[in-house]
């Protein structure tokens, strides 16, 4: 049977606006196997997870589970995990780490803080810091999820591991699993898919050097569907790399059709109309799916700079 990633890649599915939403990340180090719904069926108590996910509701963070890549073998000790937390909207991005051996902490963070861009109750509750190591790679290793995750991300993670990059860890679901492997690179917030070796470098090289690979890129995650796609699209009309000088200030109309605004940190704007379409022929959206299905698709119809004089009439 072919695979959802084969299918969508023989019919040139556009990765365009596919990341995952979230304004920060909360990432939770657990080591061993994951099942299909991590939180709750990894070795991570599954009441915590439990209350992870319902505190997390509607606060803008999406909680993940990352392990290092290879062997996932879990001693059950209260070993020292790694936290992290990262705000991703352009002009506001940050990086915090911790470490903890009781995810139950976790439980006392502000989650509707942390969503906002207020990163006080992670200083305070687990003792995090500003990160300064290697930018971070995290690959969708879940196979019990989707079994694309697991042939096409491990294999991906581990050469990335090999090859020196000290960023990388396995993660748990970032959706669109027939764009594997996926990857979320931090601390922008930008969802790559299809990605190789060589797009995962480069990605991790425009964080070093602060500016966004645009090839394989989905969007940035701190956007809804449609700003993703204007977002990229101005960084296509305007030539502009730059990480954090493109912002999502308002988005007009609704489905199937938006007007976004999308202003530079220079001034300039511009409106783009974006439409809804769907993926045809219907396709497999996951290995799992028991039925075929037509994806939405964000198609950018126009990109119009707003001047100045048009502003004021």
């Given at each position: 049977m072919s695979r959802c990633a084969t299918v969508s890649r023989s019919l040139d599915e556009p990765l365009s606006a596919t990341a995952a939403t979230a304004t920060t990340w909360l990432l939770l180090e657990q080591p061993g196997p994951w099942g299909a719904k991590a939180l709750t069926s990894s070795h991570l108590d599954p009441a915590v997870g439990r209350a992870l996910e319902a505190a997390a509701d509607g606060t803008g963070v999406r909680v993940a589970l990352i392990r290092r890549p290879g062997r996932h073998a879990d001693p059950g000790t209260s070993e020292i995990r790694r936290v992290y937390a990262a705000h991703t909207v352009p002009g506001r991005v940050w990086l915090h780490g911790a470490v903890t051996r009781d995810p139950r902490r976790l439980l006392d963070l502000d989650l509707p803080a942390l969503g906002a861009g207020d990163h006080r109750s992670f200083a305070a509750v687990l003792g995090g810091r500003p990160y300064t190591g290697d930018p971070l790679a995290l690959v969708c290793t879940n196979g019990k999820r989707d079994r694309c995750c697991a042939l096409q991300g491990r294999p991906l993670a581990a050469e990335?591991?090999?090859?020196?990059?000290?960023?990388?860890?396995?993660?748990?679901?970032?959706?669109?699993?027939?764009?594997?492997?996926?990857?979320?690179?931090?601390?922008?917030?930008?969802?790559?898919?299809?990605?190789?070796?060589?797009?995962?470098?480069?990605?991790?090289?425009?964080?070093?050097?602060?500016?966004?690979?645009?090839?394989?890129?989905?969007?940035?995650?701190?956007?809804?569907?449609?700003?993703?796609?204007?977002?990229?699209?101005?960084?296509?009309?305007?030539?502009?790399?730059?990480?954090?000088?493109?912002?999502?200030?308002?988005?007009?109309?609704?489905?199937?059709?938006?007007?976004?605004?999308?202003?530079?940190?220079?001034?300039?704007?511009?409106?783009?109309?974006?439409?809804?379409?769907?993926?045809?022929?219907?396709?497999?959206?996951?290995?799992?799916?028991?039925?075929?299905?037509t994806p939405a698709r964000m198609n950018v119809v126009a990109v119009r700079e707003v001047r100045p004089t048009a502003l004021a009439s």
């Amino acid at each position: 049977m072919s695979r959802c990633a084969t299918v969508s890649r023989s019919l040139d599915e556009p990765l365009s606006a596919t990341a995952a939403t979230a304004t920060t990340w909360l990432l939770l180090e657990q080591p061993g196997p994951w099942g299909a719904k991590a939180l709750t069926s990894s070795h991570l108590d599954p009441a915590v997870g439990r209350a992870l996910e319902a505190a997390a509701d509607g606060t803008g963070v999406r909680v993940a589970l990352i392990r290092r890549p290879g062997r996932h073998a879990d001693p059950g000790t209260s070993e020292i995990r790694r936290v992290y937390a990262a705000h991703t909207v352009p002009g506001r991005v940050w990086l915090h780490g911790a470490v903890t051996r009781d995810p139950r902490r976790l439980l006392d963070l502000d989650l509707p803080a942390l969503g906002a861009g207020d990163h006080r109750s992670f200083a305070a509750v687990l003792g995090g810091r500003p990160y300064t190591g290697d930018p971070l790679a995290l690959v969708c290793t879940n196979g019990k999820r989707d079994r694309c995750c697991a042939l096409q991300g491990r294999p991906l993670a581990a050469e990335l591991a090999a090859a020196g990059e000290n960023g990388v860890w396995e993660v748990t679901h970032l959706g669109g699993h027939r764009f594997a492997p996926t990857v979320l690179v931090l601390p922008y917030g930008y969802v790559y898919g299809r990605a190789g070796t060589a797009t995962v470098k480069a990605a991790l090289d425009g964080v070093r050097e602060g500016r966004v690979a645009v090839e394989g890129c989905r969007g940035c995650s701190a956007f809804e569907r449609p700003g993703q796609a204007a977002e990229l699209a101005v960084r296509s009309v305007a030539g502009e790399h730059r990480a954090g000088v493109l912002g999502v200030v308002r988005t007009d109309g609704a489905a199937p059709r938006w007007e976004v605004t999308v202003v530079h940190a220079d001034g300039r704007r511009w409106r783009v109309t974006v439409a809804r379409g769907a993926s045809l022929p219907p396709r497999q959206e996951s290995c799992g799916a028991a039925v075929l299905g037509t994806p939405a698709r964000m198609n950018v119809v126009a990109v119009r700079e707003v001047r100045p004089t048009a502003l004021a009439s």
